[in-house]
C-alpha cells in the first residue's frame, strides 16, 4: 500500500536559518502530495500542495518541487520564523478514483525555532 | 464559510461509556472522512463517506466504532464502551471529488 516517510525530528534552528524537512512516499501511480502544519491543540492546516511531477507547491515563504524520479517532496523555507515552529506533516492522496481525498500521512516533524 | 467545525474539542471520559463526536463539513463538499491521530503519529484513516454512503472503512475501525452521515451533511463518529486506547485526537475532513481535504480542528478525547 501507500506509504509516506518523513525525516525524523525534532529539528531546532535558530531564526532566519535555512529549513529542509525530507519526504519519500511510495505509492503505485502519481498522487497528489501535500504539506500539511499542525500548531499546538490545533487540526492540521493545508500550507501547500502540487498535483503532477515536477510541479511546485509554495505558500508563506515554504516550497516543496514533485520530483517524480525521486519519489520526493521536500519542504524548504529560506528563513524560518519562530511563529514558524510546528509540527509539519508530509502526505499522498489521489486526485480520483475511489481513494480520491483520502491521505496517507507520515508521522510529522516537530520543528522549533529559537529567537 | 467557517471551515469544517467539530465538536466537542475536547472530551474525558470514564473506561466503559460511550462518547459521539459530530462533525459538520464545508457546505458544498460531498465526501467527509474520519481519521485518528495519537500522540506523535500521522493522522491514520478511519472511514469515509460520499454524501450519505459510507464507502471504505479500515480496519483500525473496530465493532464500537460507528460513523453515520445520515442526509449526506453533517457526520457522527460515535464510540461505544470506551477503553483507554481510544485516547487520541479524532479528526473530521472534507473535501469536493478530486480535490484536496480540509481539516476541522478535531476532538481531543481522554479515557481515563
Known amino acids: 500500500g501507500d506509504s509516506v516517510t518523513q525525516m525524523e525530528g525534532p529539528v531546532t534552528l535558530s531564526e532566519e536559518a535555512f529549513l529542509t524537512i525530507n519526504c519519500t512516499y511510495t505509492a503505485t501511480g502519481y498522487p497528489s502530495l501535500f504539506w500539511y502544519v499542525q500548531y499546538p491543540g490545533e487540526g492540521l492546516q493545508l500550507l501547500l500542495k502540487a498535483t503532477k511531477a515536477d510541479d511546485k507547491g509554495s505558500n508563506k515563504g515554504f516550497e516543496a518541487t514533485y520530483r517524480k524520479e525521486t519519489t520526493s517532496f521536500h519542504l524548504e523555507k529560506g528563513s524560518v520564523q519562530v511563529s514558524d515552529s510546528a509540527v509539519y506533516f508530509c502526505a499522498l492522496s489521489w486526485g480520483g478514483g475511489t481513494n480520491a481525498g483520502k491521505s496517507t500521512f507520515g508521522d510529522g516533524t516537530t520543528l522549533t525555532v529559537k529567537p | 464559510d467557517t471551515g469544517v467545525s467539530q465538536d466537542p474539542r475536547h472530551k474525558i471520559t470514564k473506561r466503559g461509556q460511550n462518547v459521539t463526536f459530530r462533525c459538520d463539513p464545508i457546505s458544498e463538499h460531498n465526501r467527509l472522512y474520519w481519521y485518528r491521530q495519537t500522540l506523535g503519529q500521522g493522522p491514520e484513516f478511519l472511514t469515509y463517506?460520499?454524501?450519505?454512503?459510507?464507502?471504505?472503512k479500515s480496519r483500525l475501525l473496530s465493532d464500537r466504532f460507528s460513523a453515520e452521515r445520515p442526509k449526506g451533511s453533517f457526520s457522527t463518529l460515535e464510540i461505544q464502551r470506551t477503553e483507554q486506547g481510544d485516547s487520541a485526537m479524532y479528526l473530521c475532513?472534507?473535501?469536493?471529488?478530486?480535490?484536496?481535504?480540509?481539516f476541522g480542528q478535531g476532538t481531543r478525547l481522554t479515557v481515563v
Open positions: 475532513a472534507s473535501s469536493r471529488e478530486r480535490t484536496e481535504a480540509f
Open positions: 463517506f460520499q454524501n450519505e454512503a459510507q464507502l471504505e
